[in-house]
């Protein structure tokens, strides 16, 4: 009775996993210092591109995010219309990963998106496409940890203000008055 229980609870197992949908996504990793991206498929092929994420003032956040929405031929309302192509969408700030026709990969000078050269956004996009996709951002180097994370204003520490290293060449001289040290 034993084995005939065992029996079917294995059969039960191999029934339910066999028909629940496959969970298989790519998964993307992007390290901020590095200036990377490395892309892993479902069925194991890995890439690795150089990226540009976001400059001074506007960093790229790190944290876990999904994909919530793509548009293969996207231009930025935000920014003149700038060519966004193949662009995932990953925050609700708008940012995304996306291709780029500008020079300076390998170096953070986007507006917060993840830039990349246009043939590895498109293979990109493809893969994320067919398979879905979980994002991780790290790195950054004490930029802003999450969208939702900002340090308290008490923890910073005000700057000593630089001493000034020159004298103006011309002084205006002080008022005089003729009237000398008389009293009235």
């Given at each position: 009775?034993?084995?005939?229980?065992?029996?079917?609870?294995?059969?039960?197992?191999?029934?339910?996993?066999?028909?629940?949908?496959?969970?298989?996504?790519?998964?993307?990793?992007?390290?901020?210092?590095?200036?990377?991206?490395?892309?892993?498929?479902?069925?194991?092929?890995?890439?690795?591109?150089?990226?540009?994420?976001?400059?001074?003032?506007?960093?790229?956040?790190?944290?876990?995010?999904?994909?919530?929405?793509?548009?293969?031929?996207?231009?930025?309302?935000?920014?003149?219309?700038?060519?966004?192509?193949?662009?995932?969408?990953?925050?609700?700030?708008?940012?995304?990963?996306?291709?780029?026709?500008?020079?300076?990969?390998?170096?953070?000078?986007s507006h917060g998106c993840?830039?990349?050269?246009?043939?590895?956004?498109?293979?990109?996009?493809?893969?994320?496409?067919?398979?879905?996709?979980?994002?991780?951002?790290?790195?950054?180097?004490?930029?802003?940890?999450?969208?939702?994370?900002?340090?308290?204003?008490?923890?910073?520490?005000?700057?000593a203000q630089p001493r000034?290293?020159?004298?103006?060449?011309?002084?205006?001289?002080?008022?005089?008055?003729?009237?000398?040290?008389?009293?009235?």
């Amino acid at each position: 009775m034993a084995s005939v229980l065992r029996l079917f609870a294995t059969l039960a197992a191999v029934v339910l996993l066999t028909t629940l949908p496959a969970t298989a996504a790519v998964r993307i990793r992007i390290d901020l210092a590095s200036q990377s991206l490395e892309a892993v498929t479902p069925q194991g092929e890995t890439v690795r591109w150089k990226i540009s994420s976001g400059r001074r003032g506007y960093e790229t956040p790190t944290g876990h995010y999904g994909v919530m929405r793509m548009e293969a031929d996207h231009h930025s309302d935000e920014y003149d219309q700038a060519p966004m192509p193949y662009a995932i969408f990953f925050s609700p700030r708008g940012l995304a990963i996306h291709g780029t026709y500008e020079r300076g990969l390998g170096r953070p000078l986007s507006h917060g998106c993840v830039r990349l050269a246009v043939p590895n956004a498109r293979q990109l996009f493809e893969w994320v496409e067919k398979n879905g996709a979980t994002i991780e951002i790290t790195g950054g180097g004490g930029a802003i940890a999450s969208e939702e994370v900002e340090r308290p204003r008490a923890s910073r520490q005000p700057r000593a203000q630089p001493r000034q290293m020159y004298r103006p060449a011309y002084q205006e001289p002080a008022p005089q008055s003729n009237m000398g040290d008389f009293f009235f």
